[in-house]
């Protein structure tokens, strides 16, 4: 088994956005003015949308463009839980779970009872916030709504234009393989799941990194290769269609990848942060980072596996980064240039050959 991980990283380039709110501004002199989220970094401010938000519109993308049929949620008191039901729904497969709870089961004398069933798994999905290349000034829009006879009410939101960039890493031994021992994000199915899924067509595999009390290697369980791939090919084709962000009715942006990478990796380091970075007096230019990239691709040349597949939106960089970009391409043995959405089909054919 191999350690395989996509790696992968995008930007976003977006205008008069306000893609995730951070509540009340209590800076503003008005009663219901919004403030968008924003972090410091030095003496800079940076706008971001939190890791959660862009999980959120994954998630919605998988279901209304892929019909995944996903988890559904149980509220009690004052936690709230999906099915953790991985084997029937695939977004608890991609994206991780927590249920604590107990149920009633029979023991072999016919009793009933109580029984821990407790499961976790860590999200084979991991992805980090999105937040803008450059320094970004943030612009107060003052609105009013004034159809109603007698006083306005004003109200204000935050704006911003900047380019985006986010990251994220797929566990491609992960998804749709599940461990039942108890740990802490490995006891990932319920001994009832376990007989389900193997019923179903789901095998056992040997853990090649954790064994047992006798030295013997745990049993994994694994889903059959086909629905195995399919989750993980469309997880990545949804960038292509993603869609979401708060203010959408006013304030409409696309936020689909206008550059992305796509590599597969044995390493677990996600090295591609700082492919984009910042320029100027006051860090306010976003700089397509061309030396970075080559460095990348030289510290880390033993632990790709396969071709690393960029994507450019035309239009997104300026002609002579582009023009740079396409030569170190052709020149390189194992990095491809294309349209996004070409990277991402074409990544998506060759990763669908790595899974075992």
């Keep these: 088994m191999k350690n395989l991980k996509t790696q992968g990283f995008i930007v976003l380039d977006v205008d008069v956005a306000a893609l995730n709110n951070a509540g009340k501004n209590k800076s503003s002199q008005f009663?219901?003015?919004?403030?968008?989220?924003?972090?410091?970094k030095g003496n800079d401010s940076y706008v971001y949308v939190s890791g959660q938000a862009w999980r959120y519109w994954w998630r919605n993308t998988l279901q209304k463009s892929f019909n995944w049929d996903v988890s559904p949620i149980t509220r009690?008191?004052?936690?709230?839980?999906?099915?953790?039901?991985?084997?029937?729904?695939?977004?608890?497969?991609?994206?991780?779970y927590m249920k604590a709870a107990k149920e009633e089961v029979t023991d072999a004398k016919g009793k009933k009872k109580m029984e821990n069933v407790t499961v976790t798994r860590i999200s084979p999905l991991k992805n980090s916030a999105i937040i803008s290349v450059a320094a970004t000034t943030v612009?107060?829009?003052?609105?009013?709504?004034?159809?109603q006879e007698g006083d306005a009410v004003p109200y204000s939101k935050d704006e911003y234009s900047a380019v985006m960039k986010g990251m994220?890493?797929?566990?491609?031994?992960?998804?749709?393989?599940?461990?039942n021992y108890n740990k802490t994000g490995f006891k990932n199915?319920?001994?009832?799941?376990?007989?389900?899924?193997?019923?179903?067509?789901?095998?056992?595999?040997?853990?090649?990194?954790?064994?047992?009390?006798?030295?013997?290697?745990?049993?994994?369980?694994?889903?059959?290769?086909?629905?195995?791939?399919?989750?993980?090919?469309?997880?990545?084709?949804?960038?292509?269609?993603?869609?979401?962000?708060?203010?959408?009715?006013?304030?409409l942006a696309d936020v689909t990848p206008k550059f992305i990478i796509l590599s597969t990796m044995t390493s677990g380091n996600h090295p591609f942060s700082h492919v984009f970075t910042k320029s100027g007096a006051y860090n306010q230019i976003p700089l397509f980072n061309l030396d970075g990239l080559k460095e990348v691709v030289?510290?880390?040349?033993?632990?790709?596996?396969?071709?690393?597949?960029?994507?450019?939106?035309?239009?997104?960089?300026?002609k002579e980064d582009y023009e740079a970009l396409e030569k170190y391409a052709l020149e390189t043995e194992n990095v491809q240039l294309s349209a996004v959405n070409k990277a991402i089909d074409t990544y998506c054919e060759d990763v669908a050959k790595l899974i075992n």
């Design 31 to 40: 009663d219901n003015a919004v403030a968008t989220k924003k972090i410091r």
């Design 76 to 96: 009690d008191k004052s936690i709230a839980f999906t099915a953790a039901n991985p084997i029937q729904y695939a977004d608890d497969d991609v994206f991780g």
């Design 139 to 147: 612009a107060a829009h003052w609105s009013s709504m004034a159809r």
């Design 168 to 179: 994220f890493s797929l566990d491609l031994e992960q998804v749709g393989t599940f461990a």
């Design 189 to 251: 199915l319920t001994a009832l799941l376990e007989k389900t899924a193997i019923e179903s067509g789901a095998s056992t595999i040997p853990d090649p990194y954790i064994v047992n009390a006798k030295g013997e290697p745990h049993q994994l369980v694994r889903l059959d290769k086909t629905i195995r791939t399919k989750r993980i090919t469309e997880t990545i084709k949804a960038l292509k269609i993603i869609s979401g962000g708060a203010m959408q009715t006013n304030n």
């Design 298 to 318: 030289e510290d880390y040349t033993s632990q790709f596996e396969g071709t690393i597949y960029i994507g450019v939106r035309s239009g997104f960089l300026d």
